[in-house]
């Protein structure tokens, strides 16, 4: 069993994401910490790929910081052996598939289980595809998070049906980047959801206010934050510790319904 | 994909649920067994079946002119051969027709010696356990990849189907009593095969797939969904012909090149004439059927990547005749190379994105359109220039793009009698090459060659020939081969070629290397603006630096070949857009 399910003991789950290796890769251990503390339940990393399709710019921009610095797959592990000493936070990686690929399956995910990497999410492997993982996954203990759609409909049958850890609900068309408005009718679809199986579903793409985050927390078990927190990182470099701190701060709290 | 051969029907309702569930064989025993027909049956069985199914007879040592009346009154296309035929009966049976009657022949899997004796001079092999036996051969025996197109029988059922194509990687799949109940063809068992076939949908071997975001997936579902049903509607499929022939000038010329040829000396080379469709490239050909479709599907807006600029010019051309909105995504790079092309699809009425994010050129501006779409689905259809993304895309751009081949053949009979001994072409994304190489991947004799952009060298990184130095990889929505660094990130690719400056290719091209169908060659970019010069010189034919490529194989093959041989060079498209870089390249400065 993976740690995943800690996440949403807590209340409502707050989800942040960083690119590893974006400023540094020391720079990323620390802001780890700095999120978990700051009451983060679970930790999305970003393994940096060349082509992040279903990215938007600022996210984009984050992938080519961390190329730049010459971040590898050996040092995104690096940066969850350096974590796992410090903390039990669920960790899940963000990545497209081709880099896994190319690491190979078996050493991944064998590399997944000893330090204590809890999930996947791919984001360009689908229900249809997802057969490349989930046995390997499986055998090593590391989810296989399914994402659902607003386009999904009668797949959300299927997908809920197989699905591990949590779901991770894209809130709206389009690639990941905040969004003034979310038009989707998102309850609709956790309700569908929880219909085929009882499991976490947190709401991920657009979202940055505490807000959306209160909103959203109302029919959700967890809100799921990306560019909002990577832009702050943009913003300040190797200085973002403190504001990210802050900013996990007030959206967890609005997660939980205590609006500042 | 993975093509499926019912055999063994012997009644009418049999071919009626044939002619319902479409497979692409139908299989007629003439050798002893419960299934055996006679010719008189089976002359009404073909009169009654689908025209586009082919015909297969199932013989066991057979009189050689028994197999070949059949052929001759038109009941069977290919012969499949179960006993102890030698090769030279083979090579009778394909003398006396021409080249025409296409032979399987089938060999038996009993010990894994078994799998050395594949190596017959003729359209395709068989794998089995024995003369139809029903069973499964000792699968177990299989840890090499067989290296031809091959048909796998023995025992295949709904349930074991989908781990035989996964082992295996056939070329087809022969059912027989898999689908039959009390000794009939069954309905029931039909179509279940249909749909697992299904489920393994996009696949060449291992390569292709639909390895993209959720929120697109049922996006691609429809757009897969409606392209069956419009490709199998006459009214839209007349539309079409009527878009090709009348707006884009199909049938393309077959043209000889008197001129080159003998001053080459050897083979006898024929030009097929892309450059001349309306807009001067083959895009055109994929385009009208993509834009078309999206029309019919109700959408209002077409997308799409370009290179060279070919692909944008004409999506906006066709975007503009059929009146939708269309927006081009082109790498900042590229529009610099490439400026009149840009000038071009704005004419047309085209919006054009310059890409400015990863390398700048065509892989990012794929990206960039992708991401466009997943914003816009609901009004917009992402037409794909090439045979590459996630499924259906790589299917729909070579059924497009195969009236190159289907021409050639029929042009090449009519001038020659013969099919040609080679068929060159440049091979970026690979939709000219799927297009000229797709209706010879049945005649085993016709070589099909790609030439990729060897850029500045393939042992340089200033190359983009994913099919020589690529390594296996998942990107653009499909497994496939790719340039790539250390951990899987995407390689930046180089090309003095725009059109063909791609870190990867298209997954059925990956499939036909790894079978020996096709075989992959780098040109340099010397060798190609050379080739570029020279087919300007002599013939008066100014090609695309893309097609050059093909130009270029084209001179290092011919001088080597006999004078009676045949080499069919695919002239994608015209050079007019690359006369300022090639001036360049050679150190003249045109502009001012």
């Given at each position: 069993m993976s740690k995943i399910k800690n996440a949403f003991k807590n209340g409502k789950a707050f989800i942040g994401f960083l690119t590893a290796g974006d400023p540094t890769i020391d720079k990323t251990i620390e802001y780890i910490i700095a999120m978990q503390e700051a009451g983060c339940d679970l930790i999305e990393i970003g393994i940096p790929f060349s082509d992040p399709m279903a990215e938007g710019v600022v996210i984009q921009k984050s992938n080519v910081r961390a190329l730049k610095n010459n971040t590898t797959t050996d040092d995104v592990f690096e940066i969850v052996e350096k974590v796992r000493k410090k903390t039990d936070i669920p960790l899940v990686f963000l990545t497209y598939i081709n880099p896994v690929f190319f690491y190979g399956y078996e050493k991944f995910f064998k590399k997944c289980k000893n330090l204590g990497v809890d999930g996947i999410i791919s984001p360009d492997l689908p229900y249809e595809e997802k057969g490349e993982i989930e046995d390997i996954a499986r055998k090593n203990g590391v989810d296989v998070i399914s994402l659902i759609a607003p386009t999904s409909q009668e797949r959300i049958q299927k997908?809920?049906?197989?699905?591990?850890?949590?779901?991770?609900?894209?809130?709206?068309?389009?690639?990941?980047?905040?969004?003034?408005?979310?038009?989707?009718?998102?309850?609709?679809?956790?309700?569908?959801?929880?219909?085929?199986?009882?499991?976490?579903?947190?709401?991920?793409?657009?979202?940055?206010?505490?807000?959306?985050?209160?909103?959203?927390?109302?029919?959700?078990?967890?809100?799921?934050?990306?560019?909002?927190?990577?832009?702050?990182?943009?913003?300040?470099?190797?200085?973002?510790?403190?504001?990210?701190?802050?900013?996990?701060?007030?959206?967890?709290?609005?997660?939980?319904?205590?609006?500042? | 994909m993975v093509k499926l051969k019912i055999c063994g029907v012997t009644r009418l309702q049999d071919i009626q649920l044939i002619n319902k569930y479409k497979p692409d064989f139908v299989g007629f025993v003439f050798s002893d067994s419960t299934r055996k027909i006679t010719e008189s049956e089976s002359k009404i069985l073909k009169e009654n079946l689908d025209p586009q199914i082919k015909t297969v007879g199932v013989f066991v040592d057979h009189e050689i002119d028994e197999i070949i009346s059949l052929f001759r009154q038109n009941i069977i296309d290919i012969a499949q051969l179960h006993g102890s035929e030698s090769q030279e009966y083979i090579d009778i049976l394909k003398d006396r027709t021409n080249n025409q009657l296409k032979i399987i022949k089938a060999i038996e899997i009993k010990v894994e010696e078994d799998l050395n004796k594949l190596d017959y001079?003729?359209?395709?092999?068989?794998?089995?356990?024995?003369?139809?036996?029903?069973?499964?051969?000792?699968?177990?025996?299989?840890?090499?990849?067989?290296?031809?197109?091959?048909?796998?029988?023995?025992?295949?059922?709904?349930?074991?189907?989908?781990?035989?194509?996964?082992?295996?990687?056939?070329?087809?799949?022969?059912?027989?009593?898999?689908?039959?109940?009390?000794?009939f063809k069954d309905e029931g068992l039909i179509k279940e095969v249909m749909e697992r076939l299904n489920l393994i949908k996009g696949r060449y071997g291992e390569y292709g797939g639909q390895y993209i975001s959720e929120t697109l997936m049922n996006e691609l579902l429809f757009l897969e969904e409606e392209y069956k049903k419009k490709?199998?509607?006459?009214?839209?499929?007349?539309?079409?012909?009527?878009?090709?022939?009348?707006?884009?000038?199909?049938?393309?010329?077959?043209?000889?090149?008197?001129?080159?040829?003998?001053?080459?000396?050897?083979?006898?080379?024929?030009?097929?004439?892309?450059?001349?469709?309306?807009?001067?490239?083959?895009?055109?050909?994929?385009?009208?059927?993509?834009?078309?479709?999206?029309?019919?599907?109700?959408?209002?807006?077409?997308?799409?990547?370009?290179?060279?600029?070919?692909?944008?010019?004409a999506t906006a051309t066709a975007a503009a005749l059929l009146d939708m909105d269309c927006e081009i995504f082109m790498g900042e790079v590229d529009t610099e190379r490439q400026a009149l092309n840009v000038y071009k699809m704005e004419l047309l009425g085209a919006k054009v994105h310059s890409v400015k994010s990863g390398t700048k050129t065509l892989k990012d501006a794929v990206n960039d359109a992708f991401r466009e779409w997943i914003a816009t689905l609901d009004t917009t259809n992402y037409v794909i220039g090439s045979t590459m993304g996630p499924h259906p895309f790589p299917m729909m751009v070579r059924d497009f793009q195969s009236v190159i081949s289907q021409e050639i053949k029929q042009q090449i009979l009519k001038k020659e009698g013969k099919l040609p001994n080679a068929v060159l072409a440049c091979v970026g994304g690979g939709s000219n090459a799927m297009g000229a190489f797709y209706h010879f991947i049945e005649d085993e004799e016709v070589q099909l060659i790609g030439c990729e952009a060897g850029g500045k060298g393939i042992d340089t990184p200033y190359n983009a020939a994913a099919l020589t130095n690529g390594k296996i990889g998942i990107f653009h929505g499909m497994k496939s081969l790719f340039n790539q660094g250390d951990y899987g990130q995407i390689a930046e690719v180089y090309s003095i070629s725009a059109g063909l400056d791609y870190p990867g290719v298209g997954p059925e091209h990956a499939y036909l290397r790894d079978i020996g169908r096709a075989n992959y060659v780098p040109i340099d970019d010397n060798e190609a603006v050379n080739a570029f010069e020279y087919l300007s010189r002599t013939e008066g034919i100014i090609p695309a630096i893309e097609s050059s490529h093909a130009v270029a194989q084209a001179i290092k093959m011919a001088p080597e070949m006999n004078k009676d041989d045949i080499i069919v060079v695919c002239l994608s498209g015209r050079g007019d857009k690359d006369v300022r870089s090639i001036a360049q390249y050679r150190g003249v400065n045109i502009d001012e």
């Open positions: 997908i809920a049906k197989d699905a591990e850890g949590f779901i991770y609900l894209v809130s709206s068309l389009g690639v990941t980047g905040m969004r003034s408005e979310i038009k989707t009718n998102l309850k609709d679809i956790v309700e569908d959801i929880k219909n085929v199986k009882d499991i976490p579903v947190a709401v991920g793409f657009g979202i940055n206010t505490p807000k959306q985050a209160s909103e959203i927390s109302q029919y959700a078990d967890g809100v799921i934050v990306g560019s909002a927190i990577v832009k702050i990182i943009e913003e300040y470099g190797e200085n973002a510790k403190q504001p990210i701190k802050e900013y996990i701060n007030s959206m967890k709290k609005a997660c939980n319904n205590e609006l500042e | 001079d003729c359209d395709f092999i068989l794998l089995d356990s024995g003369k139809g036996s029903g069973k499964t051969f000792p699968w177990q025996l299989f840890n090499r990849k067989i290296k031809r197109n091959f048909f796998l029988a023995g025992g295949i059922n709904k349930d074991n189907i989908n781990d035989a194509i996964e082992k295996f990687h056939p070329y087809a799949v022969d059912i027989s009593s898999g689908v039959e109940k009390d000794g490709m199998a509607d006459p009214e839209f499929k007349n539309e079409l012909d009527t878009l090709l022939k009348e707006y884009a000038g199909r049938p393309s010329l077959l043209y000889y090149a008197k001129r080159m040829t003998e001053d080459l000396g050897g083979a006898k080379i024929y030009l097929k004439r892309e450059d001349l469709n309306h807009t001067g490239a083959h895009k055109i050909n994929n385009v009208l059927g993509q834009v078309l479709l999206a029309k019919k599907m109700g959408k209002t807006r077409v997308i799409a990547e370009t290179g060279a600029g070919q692909h944008g010019v």
